[in-house]
Nanobody, 116 residues
Framework: QVQLVESGGGLVQPGGSLSLSCAASGIIFSMYAMGWYRQVPGKQRELVAEISTSSGSTNYVDSVKGRFTISRDNAKNTVYLQMNSLKPDDTAVYYC?????????WGQGTQVTVSS
């Protein structure tokens, strides 16, 4: 059974930082590209950042470039999202995603709220 378990969300003031983690099980983690998505009520889920299997390639949505960093540790089956200089617009539920060919898996999501 595939499980992606996110952690690290919470409430932070504007300008602050949070670090999200996603621990994977039930898959050969090193064979999956990993991504972080986010969703706010009434809007489509959007890709925030993604990383290739060997960490050789990363991609970010323009709104987080220079502020967020995605990384992975294949030995720990974990992907991370370091979020700095957070803004109220970053408030959303953040989801971890594992992708290989036509196989997609999702975590349950973790709430990130940026507010003073």
């Amino acid at each position: 059974q595939v499980q992606l378990v996110e952690s690290g969300g919470g409430l932070v003031q504007p300008g602050g930082s949070l670090s999200l983690s996603c621990a994977a099980s039930g898959i050969i983690f090193s064979m999956y590209a990993m991504g972080w998505y986010r969703q706010v009520p009434g809007k489509q889920r959007e890709l925030v950042a993604e990383i290739s299997t060997s960490s050789g390639s990363t991609n970010y949505v323009d709104s987080v470039k220079g502020r967020f960093t995605i990384s992975r540790d294949n030995a720990k089956n974990t992907v991370y999202l370091q979020m700095n200089s957070l803004k109220p617009d970053d408030t959303a539920v953040y989801y971890c995603n594992a992708r290989r060919s036509s196989n997609y898996y999702w975590g349950q999501g973790t709430q990130v709220t940026v507010s003073s």
